[in-house]
Every structure is written in C-alpha cells, then in structure tokens.
C-alpha cells in the first residue's frame, strides 16, 4: 500500500509511538520559529529548561507582532529575545524583515523537514512542502532543547485540485471554498493534503494561502507536494540546493477526500464573525465597507501585492474607505519599491505599513464605529481588529483592492481581462536584517537584557487529588483564545508579564471575570464546542492558571488550546454526554474526587454539582506522556524531572 506524502514525513521523522490512527507520536523537530508575542514566554520557558544551545537544525526568531512600540515593554521584548537568540543558536530576524510565516518560507523552509512555530500559522510552510505545525511556546522550548514533539497520528485528507482557476479567483477562494465545506471544527485532528492535476496550476505563494488559512479548519497542518514550481521557488530564492521531490504515491489511502474544481470557484468572503462564514459576493449582496486592509502572513506575498498594484494603477482610494497595505517582508517591500509598484499603490492612496502583523492582530487601524472592513487576513473574530463592534470580512487581495476603489464589496471578475502575474525568476535577496547567533565558543559573553517588563511565568503544582471549586465562567461554543486572552495594541505589551496580562483574561466576555477568579482563587470554567479554537497562544492557558483555574470542562477542545492546558497543569475536561452542559450553571459549586486515579487510570470523573445535587460524568483521555506531564502538574516540571 502506498504512502501520503504526511505518512512519508512522518515516518521519517518519528522518534516515539507507533502509527496507528488516533494514538500519540513523537516526531523530531529539525526546525522552530518563533514570534515575538509568543517568543519571550517561550525563551523563559527555555531558559528555564537549562538547556545551552539549541538542538535544531535551525531555530529562529522574529519580531513581527508587537511593532507598535507605545512604551517601553515591546523594544524591551525585542532586545530580550535578541540576546537570548545570540547566546543560545538562534537566528534573529530583526523588527521590519517581515512576517515570520512569509520570511520563513522564502528564506528557511526547506520540504521534507518538520517544523513547529509559537503561532498557529505555521502551517504556511506547508506550501513548499514541510509538516510544518503551530504549537505552545513550552513545546516550541522543548524542541529547541531537542526534545520531540508529540501530536496524535492523524487522520489524512485528500483534497482533489482538478481545473484551473479563474481569471480574478485567487487561492483565498480555494481555502474560503474549503472552509465553507468542512467548518472551523472539520480539521481537528487532520492533515490536509492537496494534491491532484490543478496543484500544478498554483505557485508557492498561492500555496501557501491554502495551507495558512488551513490553520482555521482547526487542522494539525497542511500540505503540498514539492514539485517543479516548488523547486523554481526555492531557485529564484538562491536555495535550489534544499530542493527535493515529494509527493504521495500514486495509491495512497486517505481518511477522506475532497473534490474542488478550480475552474468552478468563485470570489468569495467570510462575513462576521468566523472564517467559515463563507458566502459568494451575490449572496452577501449591496455592502458599503470604511475599510480595506491588505496584508496578513495569508495574503501579503509579492504575488499578491503586484496583483493589487495593478488594480489600482492610476487610481484612487475611493474617499470614504481608508486602504492600509502592509507587504509581508523586506524583501517583498523591497521588491516593490525596485520594480515601481510601491509608487502605484502609494500614488492611489494606499496608507503604506511596515512589514508587519499589524492590523491582523489589532496593532492599529482599528475600524470606525460599527466599521466595516474588508480584510485579506485569516481571523474576523469578534473584537479582533480592536474595536467590539466592527464587521470583518476575510476576502483575497483582488477583492479587497477592487473594492477599495468601489467603496462596495466588489466581485474582482468585473475588471475584465486579467494579464498574467508571474513570479520574478530571481527575488532581491539581502539578509542583513537576520542576525546569526554567537558561536558556541563565545556564547558565554553574550548578556540576557531583560527589561522590567519581563516577570516570572507561573507554574503549576503537581496534580491535586481533589478539587472543590465554583464554576468562574460559563460560555458557549467556538470560543476562541481572542476571547480567553485578547490580543490587540493595549493588551499585546504585557506578553512577558502573566500577573498584568491576566487581568483582561476573557475581557471581551466578561471583564468582572478575571477579577472574580482571583478573588475565589480556585476555580472552573465551562466552555462548548471547539473550545480554544484559533491562536497557539499559551497565555490563553497561562492566564487562568495564574487566575486560579483548575479545570477546564467542555463539550470539546481545539487541538493547540488542549496542548497548552496540559502543558500548563490545568485539567482539560470533557462532558461524557454533551447535553449535561446544560445542567451547570455559572457559580455552581462543583466537587471531583480520586482525580489523580481517574488521570492515570483514564477513568471517568464523577463530578458532584454541589449547588444543584446533580452528578455529571466527565472525560479526561490523555496519552501515557499526556497523563504523566498532568501528574507533574505541566510540562516545565515534567521536562525538569526527566531531564534530573
Ligand atoms: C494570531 O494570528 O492569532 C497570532 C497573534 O499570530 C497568534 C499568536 C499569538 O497570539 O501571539 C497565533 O496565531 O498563534
Ligand atoms: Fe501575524 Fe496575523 Fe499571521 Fe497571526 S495571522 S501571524 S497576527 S499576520
């Protein structure tokens, strides 16, 4: 029987486990990245392990998220991980040089490798090829230290790319189109394999949309083969050398398969307030939008900025809507301002930003009241964008130039004739901005600047064996981690600091809660379906663990959240019969007993409702690794125990 090519990366790669669907495996990692806004959790985390030298066949660093620098904390973050970077192997890629998930892929990627990321876009490499999977800053630190990263076996998809797009329909509609069909929960515990004749029809950067924005069906990662136009890619990038051939063989089995026909695609756009809100302009209708912002690790490729300099070439911004455009790295920028097409967009009125997250993470150009903004990023939940009441809409570079210029949601097919937009044969390539680490020789003389921003992370005890506490929150379904810890220009600086950053723990829900939490110092929150859906952000975890949280008990988990919850000691929990969630009420006292038995054991949790007499069954299904870091009480202690 024939290999997928996931089956193929993994098996080369794994250390620990066996195949078989379903069951936990470890894999070596032979690359991390970082971001800045998960970095320096991540390098206290990794300081903490003790660990000299990073392990990784590479391991960078970028600042890309908190480039707004209001105060002091950011520029102190950025010098913090700079140091630690040259200290301990890591390679630097300092604020400007652009979007970690884009300048990893033109300058790092290779196919074939395994990479984890402190951000759940990681995925993005997926486009040339690499498994290439988001994850907790703690398992970023333990990979850098050489430790393997553990994911359960997953379930592969086939997605069939058959046609050919077209003219005016752009790889964002592929993902738009897939998320439309499978959900934000459809790619929970999956690989998303692309493969098929119209794989071919799509380059790099359109790849790598697809594979980006998989991070919203909640899937493990995506994938496409490594092909000619891959290897094409990684010439024009002067890294031909890295290059290799991959794809699934011709018999493979798949878990499932999905048909998409390119060339029956058409525009489309994820209305307010989640990615797989999908409709066709037709169906959205007459829609008067304030803003355009293009850019995001989604769609902020050179490709994608020609395609809009073309659209507004000789143009203007129509007076009511205000265009931001943020291209995703210096290379991108640089490129544009070589070949004129910075001078198109400027000239049409585009307000150019620098090579960052920005706007994507509500780092400024927050919307107007009740704003409507038209977006090319990967994430339209609620608040987001910094403002409660704005109404996002997720739609490709076409769309969103197209309608910049409207002042309406704008189907891009009514330009007309599309000329052809080709990738350069070779990109400028200038990497001054990433500095290399220390040599191991003089890594010693090399000081950590920590600023005062920068506190102590909390750990967690070692597993209780009771826990009697009220339930602090109770929400709903799809919760996402911009909910349980908000992002944004005001709450991102307090990264580093888990004591300051917690007090907006769940402020876009309830802001008494974090209050409220401290205040009964143990506590239990009640969540739906898809809990902790979104961002790899383990101060989603860290947060309520600093709060007091013991326990988490919900319908069901997204994949990253539950990791970070693990990692950080805090119970994650399941209602055996989904319909009982109804039964808690905020504020009820509940009782567990024998929790360290039923962990080990994965047996059932009785948990007694104290305030309403009611028994509730529970479920807590961890793998050996997962029960043993649960009984350390998370992964720093676990680490530190076997690393004793
Ligand atoms: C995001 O897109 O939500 C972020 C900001 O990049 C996060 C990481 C973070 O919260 O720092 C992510 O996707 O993991
Ligand atoms: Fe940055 Fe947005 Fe990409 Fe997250 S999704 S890495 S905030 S650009």
Redesign the pocket.
Known sequence: MGLTLTEKILKAHVVDGEFIKGSEIGIKIDQTLT?D??GTMAYLEFEAMGVPRVKTERSVAYID?NTLQSGFENADDHRFIGSVCKKHGIYFSRPGNGICHQVHLERFGIPGKTLIGS???TPTGGGIGMIAI?AGGLDVAVAMGGGAYYITYPKIVKVNLTGKLSPWVAAKDVILEVLRRLSVKGGVGKVIEYCGEGVKTLSVPERATITNMGAELGATTSIFPSDEITRQFLKAQGREDVWVELSADADAVYDEIVDINLSELVPLAACPHSPDNVKSVEEIGTLKIDQVCIGSCTNSSLLDMLKVAHILKGKTVHPDVSLSIAPGSKQVLNMLAQNGALSILIDAGARILESA?GP??GMGQSPNSKGISLRTFN?NFEGRSGTKDAQIYLVSPEMAAVSALTGYLTDPRTLGEMPEFKLPEVFTINDNMIVPPESEAEMDSVEILRGPNIKPFPVSEALVDSIDAQVSLKVGDNIT?DHIMP?GAKILPLRSNIPAISKFCFAVCDEEFSERALRLGKSIIVGGSNYGQ????EHAALAPLYLGVKAVLVKSFARIHRSNLINSGILPLTFANEADYDLISQGDELVMTNIRDAVANGKDFEILDKTNGKTIIAKCELSDRAKAIMAAGGLLNFTRESLK
Request: with cysteine.
């Open positions: 971001q806004a998960t998220h951000d759940s876009h988001g997250c994507c993470i994430r981690t992002a979104g961002s790899s952000r």
